[in-house]
């Protein structure tokens, strides 16, 4: 037994990167115990501010046996998005890199059903889901676990070798594999991302306050933005990078190799007068399967109104 799980751990990391996944790392299907207290002290005291949805399914939160019964092991995935070229207009309204090309929602699960298709013929059939950032998955807890980083100041996972710009995935399965074993934390008594949060959103023991961030200010939240943080956006206009183009850590980032990232040239030529002037029309053209669409164009424009 032993044997096979130690064969079969080697194909699926083997496979992962042929799929094009930058790391892969194997954790103990377990509940999980440390990041319990976390989350419920962060729901209680309303640090996920309107999103209430993440205050269900907590027991499926921490046990991937409840989403995938008989679950033995979960595979952590790690997928580079760091485009090559950004945004030409300083001055313009900000979108977050990770939705400068189609939506990886789509992009990853297909990704992750051919790297389940592939091991099935390698391994044999067994059970098993797929996740991308759309269920109850700690993903963050989950890849931390299995050594494919640690988690940082700003709540990320950050990657020794390569940073923090990448997408996460899970396929939570049946199979006996062999763990991996979690890092230490590197960051140190660096304190970049906390210092140039521009609402102060960071709380120490890497804790963050939605209701404070760029990011849920800009996609989640349904409501108005406060006028507290007027003239505190830095001109983000959907999602926020600023945690982590200040991180030391990033300074070892690659440009992506997947052509589905790409962003389209029109987007970074957008001049700050054309954001202004934006339509539906030019909003749909512009951010067709991107996942800019989760605002739909009126969020997006209550942004970028908002940055005036």
Known sequence: MLVSADK?????????????????????????????????????????????????????????????????????????????????????????????GEDYHK????????????????????????????????????????????????????????????????????????????????????????DACPTEAILPNAVIDSNKCISYLTIELREEIPAEFKNKMENWAFGCDVCQDVCPWNRFSKHTAEPLFTPKEEFLNQTNKEWAEMDELIFLKLFKNSAVQRTKFKGLKRNIEFLK
């Open 8 to 100: 079969n751990t080697a194909l699926v990391k083997e496979i992962a990167l042929k799929a094009g996944f930058s790391f892969c790392g194997i954790s103990k299907a377990e509940f999980l115990e440390k990041d319990a207290p976390r989350l419920e002290n962060w729901l209680m005291e309303g640090k996920h501010g309107t999103m209430k949805w993440m205050e269900n399914h907590f027991d499926k939160r921490l046990d991937p046996r409840l989403l995938v019964p008989g679950a033995k092991s979960v595979i952590s995935l790690m997928y580079n998005y760091f485009p090559a070229k950004q945004q030409k207009e300083a001055d313009a309204p900000k979108i977050s890199k990770y939705a400068y």
């Open 107 to 194: 992009v990853i699960k297909d990704k992750l059903y051919d790297l389940v298709s592939h091991l099935k013929l390698e391994i044999g059939d067994f059970d098993c889901r797929v996740f991308v950032d759309s269920a109850p998955v700690m993903e963050r807890a989950w890849a931390a676990k299995s050594g494919l980083g640690w988690i940082g100041k700003n709540s990320l996972l950050i990657n020794k070798k390569a940073g923090s710009f990448y997408f996460l995935a899970e396929i939570i399965c049946d199979l006996e594999l062999i763990p991996d074993l979690p890092i230490k934390n590197y960051c140190g008594t660096c304190t970049a991302c906390i």
